[in-house]
T-cell receptor, first 114, second 117 residues
Framework: TQLLEQSPQFLSIQEGENLTVYCNSS?????LQWYRQEPGEGPVLLVT?????EVKKLKRLTFQFGDARKDSSLHITAAQPGDTGLYLC??????????????FGQGTILTVHP | NAGVTQTPKFRILKIGQSMTLQCTQD?????MYWYRQDPGMGLKLIYY???????DKGEVPNGYNVSRSTTEDFPLRLELAAPSQTSVYFC????????????????FGEGSWLTVV
């Protein structure tokens, strides 16, 4: 069974601060996805990173895939109250019985105070 | 375009009762999934389907059953509900399996909150 450890579980920050969320595993993934989930709704895909070392930017959000494709990070610059939500990372299995299946991290609940 | 639609949104069940969570998608996706989300535990795959007539177990299938008679519908059945099945359930669909090409997107429904008492 593949495991993804996501940290921190909770983040409470002031508007304008920067933050980083981490996802770590001992397993290799073929790709890694980041989702954002609002209360009462399903997760919505933010980005997919595929290549080891890949960096993707989405406005103030920067996503990085580790060189060995075992870990990823999400960095938010100058956080805004609208960034508040649950952030989930999900690794896509690279082989064996995990091939093609999504493994989710536990999630990070981010609260940005005005 | 409705996307992925789940019903009911909320349900309270008594221990031992049975029920079906309905899921339908209008995107003509071959791949459909059922996940459960517990507090602090992320999402865990219950069952998935790669096309009409084909289903397979995920990570936590015990206590559940699925069927896929059409491309659009993928109902999840709970037999003999137990308190451990109290959770939020998400149905999802994608055009391709979750492992494939850059840009592949999995679409989630809004969730079904189930409480077993």
């Amino acid at each position: 069974t593949q495991l993804l450890e996501q940290s921190p579980q909770f983040l409470s920050i002031q508007e304008g601060e920067n933050l980083t969320v981490y996802c770590n595993s001992s397993s290799v993934f073929s790709s890694l996805q980041w989702y954002r989930q609002e209360p009462g709704e399903g997760p919505v895909l933010l980005v997919t990173v595929v290549t080891g070392g890949e960096v993707k930017k989405l406005k103030r959000l920067t996503f990085q895939f580790g060189d060995a494709r075992k870990d990823s990070s999400l960095h938010i610059t100058a956080a805004q109250p609208g960034d508040t939500g649950l952030y989930l990372c999900a690794g896509v299995g690279a082989g064996g019985t995990s091939y093609g299946k999504l493994t989710f991290g536990q999630g990070t609940i981010l609260t940005v105070h005005p | 375009n409705a996307g992925v639609t789940q019903t009911p949104k909320f349900r309270i069940l008594k221990i031992g009762q049975s029920m079906t969570l309905q899921c339908t998608q209008d995107m003509n996706h071959n791949y459909m999934y059922w996940y459960r989300q517990d507090p602090g535990m992320g999402l865990k795959l219950i069952y998935y389907s790669v096309g009409a007539g084909i289903t397979d177990k995920g990570e936590v299938p015990n206590g559940y059953n699925v069927s896929r008679s059409t491309t659009e519908d993928f109902p999840l059945r709970l037999e003999l509900a137990a308190p451990s099945q109290t959770s939020v359930y998400f149905c999802a669909s994608s055009a391709q399996p979750g492992h494939t090409v850059r840009g592949n997107t999995i679409y989630f429904g809004e969730g079904s909150w189930l409480t077993v008492v």
